[in-house]
């Protein structure tokens, strides 16, 4: 019994009822949090710590850096329309070299709280060997809260950080990251 192709309009109607569920992803959440990621790390619900060569792996795993011989430059622009929140910065990472280095700032300001935010980053990484990468962050960040009756400062935190991470790929289509 031969089966018969779908007319073009049967097609039209199955693409676009495909097409209007794509925004109901249940990995997304309501509203951004304080963590900065990158359109590729977004994309993957935030778990790309395996996965997280070039700039992403500044924001999720800076031992990942290690696994790839790239040179990215990236810039960020963000902005939240439920709390007037905005972002803006940018990134580099050079492991083109067996000792790979990233930098990246980031300044936002969220308008409902009042609350301007500075975030550097300097990450090293370390390729051990063509499958294993060490890597590590000190990260400053500066997230201050809005002015009170009194002049002084709301909630608010800051210092400096330091992660480390560290990256393992046994075969090219497996990545695993800590």
Not at 73 to 90: H, K, N, Q
Not at 140 to 148: D, L, V
Request: glycine residues 14%; charged residues 15%; neutral net charge.
């Amino acid at each position: 019994m031969a089966i018969s192709p779908m007319r073009p309009t049967t097609r039209c109607a199955l693409v676009l009822g495909m097409w209007s569920l794509g925004d109901v992803a249940f990995a997304q959440t309501p509203r951004l949090d304080e963590n900065l990621t990158t359109p590729r790390s977004m994309g993957l619900g935030g778990a790309a710590i395996a996965a997280a060569t070039g700039t992403s792996s500044l924001y999720s795993n800076p031992g990942a850096m290690g696994l790839s011989r790239v040179y990215h430059v990236d810039s960020t622009f963000l902005y939240d329309p439920t709390v007037d929140r905005w972002a803006l910065g940018g990134a580099v990472v050079d492991s083109t070299r067996s000792v790979g280095m990233g930098l990246s700032y980031v300044y936002g300001h969220t308008g409902e709280e009042g609350r301007d935010n500075h975030d550097l980053r300097l990450s090293l990484a370390l390729a051990l060997t063509e499958g294993v990468s060490l890597g590590a962050t000190v990260r400053y960040m500066n997230f201050g809260g809005a002015k009170s009756t009194n002049t002084h400062l709301g909630p608010s935190y800051g210092g400096v950080t330091m992660d480390v991470g560290v990256a393992f790929r046994p075969w090219q289509f497996l990545s695993l990251g800590a």
